[in-house]
């Protein structure tokens, strides 16, 4: 399993996903589910992968061949004029990908599928945020909905629902999405530490702030110890209830 | 889907249950998940449901026809000796209803299991809870895990796992259930209220509070709407992200 979530902020895209891949309970290992592609003063986009690790590998593999054989008839991602495109050049590889494994008649136990969340920027339009599905199709963020998650949302949902607020800083922006994190690995074995970040500036073109954060991190460690007793209060600051009397 | 929970407390044992049902998305009813069987002075006997309808009703209808028929060579759930025995009796009864109807041969679009929660006390034992799973095995609650979840138990969990604590009063028991219950659903539409609460005190052996909180509950306003800014004032108190520079 994996955990990603994008953000469409008044400032920007802000971009975490953890770095677990599990193939059955006793195979683990760490990759990055975090790709850049950058192009100063033209473009910034981010994609986030859960699923199959060899679906979402080869989908970006796929992309970096053509963007070092530009000859190519197939258009480089560092080459298309919107975001949109890039979505839907992204969308195709990845049904493509999934649809070349699905046909060779072999059965995994695992299925091929994948999500991506793709975000960015490329100048002459606004930062966008999409969803991609294994189908090849895909949605925007708006307002409405401005975060995508991808892989194991459940547990991290709840806290993202009640305090996201797009006009944070992205220092408020990671804490915020460390505790959703946080939240997930001390539910779910097969999403785990360290987490990558992204924090690319509206408008700016250039990549930003990028890091990963380890689980022994100090900040990490404050955060996750910190919201047990934040809940506590938070909890505590609520008036108990009380049953009515009985019939 | 459905959402049930049953706690073990140092006070006793608090269980709380939605009561939204549906077959697809837009056949929506309402049926209590919540059954208690009461001797009064003897014991009491609390059943959250989680999974098919016909299933758990026909588990329910079951039990309840032998306690009318109680010349029968089957025991009674009133009759049983211990709560070891009553969750065996539940678990087979659950078993041979699944067994039942999947020998048929009929197909359904969704399979006829379900996932029950017992707890209660008898008479000459201590309160006790287990989780009841569709192959008619089971777990007990203890202390490293005195809580069971079933049904849509994830959005709910973060919370439970990090403010549980067993010396806490009724009041703040319910008032956790409510904010758990609350985030769930917040994200599915598959559970609902009203919400269904069984509040049993350890050694009593009489069924104890019980009740129903509607939508529109003032209190449960109270937390809901509360739980959002108790929820931010709590992110609000832990320190923001430093990104380090970047090198």
Same mark, same amino acid.
């Given at each position: 399993?994996?955990?990603?979530?994008?953000?469409?902020?008044?400032?920007?895209?802000?971009?975490?996903?953890?770095?677990?891949?599990?193939?059955?309970?006793?195979?683990?290992?760490?990759?990055?589910?975090?790709?850049?592609?950058?192009?100063?003063?033209?473009?910034?986009?981010?994609?986030?992968?859960?699923?199959?690790?060899?679906?979402?590998?080869?989908?970006?593999?796929?992309?970096?061949?053509?963007?070092? @054989?530009?000859?190519?008839?197939?258009?480089?991602?560092?080459?298309?004029?919107?975001?949109?495109?890039? @979505?839907?050049?992204? @969308?195709?590889?990845?049904?493509?990908? #999934?649809?070349?494994?699905?046909?060779?008649?072999?059965?995994?136990?695992?299925?091929?599928?994948?999500?991506? #969340?793709?975000?960015?920027?490329?100048?002459?339009?606004?930062?966008?945020? /999409?969803? #991609?599905?294994? &189908?090849?199709? /895909?949605?925007?963020?708006?307002?409405?909905?401005?975060?995508?998650?991808?892989?194991?949302?459940?547990?991290?949902?709840?806290?993202?629902?009640?305090?996201?607020?797009?006009?944070?800083?992205?220092?408020?922006?990671?804490?915020?999405?460390?505790?959703?994190?946080?939240?997930?690995?001390?539910?779910?074995?097969?999403?785990? @530490?360290?987490?990558?970040?992204?924090?690319? &500036?509206?408008?700016?073109?250039?990549?930003?702030?990028?890091?990963?954060?380890?689980?022994?991190?100090?900040?990490?460690?404050?955060?996750?110890?910190?919201?047990?007793?934040?809940?506590?209060?938070?909890?505590?600051?609520?008036?108990?209830?009380?049953?009515?009397?009985?019939?």
């Amino acid at each position: 399993m994996t955990y990603c979530v994008g953000m469409m902020m008044d400032r920007g895209l802000v971009f975490m996903s953890d770095t677990r891949t599990n193939a059955g309970m006793d195979n683990i290992s760490t990759f990055s589910k975090t790709k850049i592609w950058e192009t100063k003063g033209d473009r910034v986009i981010t994609l986030l992968s859960a699923g199959n690790l060899a679906t979402t590998q080869a989908v970006v593999s796929e992309l970096d061949e053509r963007e070092k @054989a530009r000859e190519d008839r197939n258009p480089s991602i560092l080459d298309v004029p919107s975001m949109y495109q890039a @979505a839907r050049m992204i @969308a195709d590889t990845l049904r493509d990908v #999934i649809a070349r494994h699905s046909d060779t008649g072999q059965r995994a136990s695992s299925v091929f599928n994948a999500t991506l #969340i793709l975000g960015g920027q490329i100048a002459g339009g606004p930062p966008r945020l /999409f969803l #991609i599905y294994p &189908e090849g199709n /895909f949605i925007e963020a708006g307002p409405d909905t401005p975060f995508f998650q991808i892989g194991e949302i459940k547990y991290g949902r709840p806290i993202l629902v009640r305090a996201y607020d797009p006009a944070s800083s992205f220092a408020e922006a990671v804490k915020l999405l460390l505790v959703s994190f946080d939240s997930t690995v001390k539910a779910n074995l097969t999403v785990g @530490a360290p987490f990558d970040y992204h924090l690319y &500036e509206a408008d700016s073109l250039v990549r930003g702030k990028t890091g990963r954060i380890e689980l022994d991190d100090p900040y990490y460690r404050t955060i996750s110890d910190g919201w047990s007793e934040a809940l506590k209060q938070a909890l505590h600051s609520l008036p108990a209830f009380d049953a009515p009397a009985q019939p």
